[in-house]
C-alpha cells in the first residue's frame, strides 16, 4: 500500500524557517518524481515545488522561488520542503504528491497534509 | 503560465442525477490532464488521467473527455459520497497549475 506522511507544520512566527518531511512507503521512492503542493485555508489547490526522482532538477512557483528548497534522501525514502522567511500568505497545508514517472506526470498518491499557520 | 478556468463554482444536483464539470486551459495542454475530488478534511483523491483514464479503483460512473483547451469531467448517477470539490491539474507545462475548483451539492 503507497502511503506518505507529512511531518514539520506548526505555528510560526513570520520570517522564520521550517523544513518539512514526507516519508513515503509502498512504492520505490527512488523512481518516481515528487511535488508539493498547498492549500490555504478555504482556498484551493497551489501547486509548490517539484523534483524528478534523481532530485537533478528542480522548479519552483514564482510566489515561493528562493524562499523554498524542495530535496529528498532516496536512502532514507523522504521528501523535503525547506522554507525561510515564512510569510503570513504561507500559511497553508502542505501536501506531499508522488508524481505518475520519474520526471513528470500526475499526481496519483497525496499525503494528508501538514499544517503551516504563520501568524504573530 | 497555463491559467485553468472550471466551471461551473458550484453545482446543485441531486442524488441519482447526472453531474457534468468543465475546465478550459488557456492554451493547449494536449491530454496532459487530471482530475482530482477533494472531501472536507481530506487530501485530494486522483480521479482522472490522461484526460480520459480512470485512477485505480475509481469507478465507472466517473468519466473524462477532451483535449487541447477543453475538458470535461462527467459522473453518470451522483451517489452521497459524489458530493465534493473537483479540481482539473495540467501537467503539461511549469507551472504546474490547477483550476478553482467547483463544488458538488445536494440539490
Known amino acids: 500500500e503507497v502511503q506518505l506522511l507529512e511531518s514539520g507544520g506548526g505555528l510560526v512566527q513570520p520570517g522564520v524557517s521550517l523544513r518539512l518531511s514526507c516519508a513515503v512507503s509502498?512504492?520505490?521512492?527512488?523512481?518516481?518524481?515528487m511535488t508539493w503542493v498547498r492549500q490555504a485555508p478555504g482556498k484551493g489547490l497551489e501547486w509548490v515545488s517539484a523534483?524528478?526522482?534523481?532530485?537533478?532538477?528542480?522548479d519552483y512557483a514564482d510566489s515561493v522561488k528562493g524562499r523554498f528548497t524542495i530535496s529528498r534522501d532516496n536512502s532514507k525514502n523522504t521528501l523535503f520542503l525547506q522554507i525561510s522567511s515564512l510569510r503570513v500568505e504561507d500559511t497553508a497545508v502542505y501536501y506531499c504528491?508522488?508524481?505518475?514517472?520519474?520526471?513528470?506526470?500526475?499526481?496519483?498518491?497525496w499525503g494528508q497534509g501538514t499544517l503551516v499557520t504563520v501568524s504573530s | 503560465e497555463i491559467v485553468m478556468t472550471q466551471s461551473p463554482a458550484t453545482l446543485s444536483v441531486s442524488p441519482g442525477e447526472r453531474a457534468t464539470l468543465s475546465c478550459r486551459a488557456s492554451q493547449s495542454v494536449g491530454s496532459n490532464l487530471a482530475w482530482y475530488q477533494q472531501k472536507p478534511g481530506q487530501a485530494p483523491r486522483l480521479l482522472i488521467y490522461?484526460?480520459?483514464t480512470r485512477a485505480t479503483d475509481i469507478p465507472a460512473s466517473f468519466s473524462g473527455s477532451g483535449s487541447g483547451t477543453e475538458f470535461t469531467l462527467t459522473i453518470s448517477s451522483l451517489q452521497s459520497e459524489d458530493f465534493a470539490v473537483y479540481y482539473c491539474?495540467?501537467?503539461?507545462?511549469?507551472?504546474?497549475?490547477f483550476g478553482g475548483g467547483t463544488k458538488v451539492e445536494i440539490e
Open positions: 523534483i524528478v526522482a534523481s532530485g537533478g532538477a528542480t
Open positions: 509502498g512504492f520505490t521512492f527512488s523512481s518516481y518524481a
Open positions: 491539474h495540467q501537467y503539461n507545462d511549469w507551472p504546474l497549475t
Open positions: 504528491a508522488k508524481r505518475r514517472y520519474h520526471s513528470y506526470g500526475d499526481l496519483d498518491y
Open positions: 490522461g484526460a480520459s
